[in-house]
């Protein structure tokens, strides 16, 4: 089946720090792939997605290309805030009753 | 545009009390509906999913049930709960098209005594 796999947290970074949160899947046919964001307290909100590969998404300064060729959907700021604190899912969807299969998460700590 | 509501926003529960969570969807027709629980610290469990009234697919079986008496409402229950019912409750709605991100609700924080 499919499955999303991220790495664990917590990442703790200095302000303007370099960020990268790995995602790798499996999953069959050709899936679509999601970020989201929950900050403290929140639901979900998608970050960014992309639905083919060699697409890349971005929002708010994050960006994460769909690599096929290595099954990965990496997430990247160049330069992170206090205010990107929040836990990031990594996720996909390849169709039927579209269910989106989740990673676990990984939650970001930035201090200044 | 589409809205997602969830009530009530928390809850304080005793062991053995019923549940009553529910979630309405505006702006959209025939979506498909989940419910997800989020324990302290972990991530997301898909629990169920409707995609039209009265379909509903548990994921994982347990001591809740949900129903879909609408179009556009989810209701999450329970005959009794238990201390690990605990947790935060997310609502999400898809399109009906494939491919599509899901869209979640504001979530309902359970605290079971």
């Known amino acids: 089946g499919d499955s999303v796999t991220q790495m664990e947290g917590p990442v703790t970074l200095s302000e303007e720090a370099f960020l990268t949160i790995n995602c790798t899947y499996t999953?069959?046919?050709?899936?679509?792939l999601f970020w989201y964001v929950q900050y403290p307290g929140e639901g979900l909100q998608l970050l960014l997605k992309a639905t083919k590969a060699d697409d890349k998404g971005s929002n708010k300064g994050f960006e994460a290309t769909y690599r096929k060729e290595t099954t990965s959907f990496h997430l990247e700021k160049g330069s992170v805030q206090v205010s990107d604190s929040a836990v990031y899912f990594c996720a996909l969807d390849s169709g039927g009753y579209q269910k989106v299969t989740f990673g676990t998460g990984t939650k970001l700590q930035v201090i200044p | 545009s589409q809205t997602i509501h969830q009530w009530p926003a928390t809850l304080v529960q005793p062991v053995g009390s019923p549940l009553s969570l529910e979630c309405t969807v505006e702006g959209t027709s025939n979506p498909n509906l989940y419910w997800y629980r989020q324990a302290a610290g972990r991530g997301l469990q898909l629990l169920f999913y409707?995609?039209?009234?009265?379909?509903i697919s548990s994921e994982v079986p347990q001591n809740l049930s949900a129903s879909r008496p609408q179009d556009r409402q989810f209701i999450l229950s329970s005959k009794k709960l238990l201390l690990s019912d605990s947790g935060f409750y997310l609502c999400?709605?898809?399109?009906?098209?494939?491919?599509?991100?899901?869209?979640f609700g504001p979530g309902t924080r359970l605290t079971v005594l």
């Open positions: 409707s995609v039209g009234i009265g379909q």
């Open positions: 999953a069959t046919g050709y899936p679509s």
């Open positions: 999400a709605w898809q399109g009906d098209s494939s491919y599509n991100e899901q869209f």
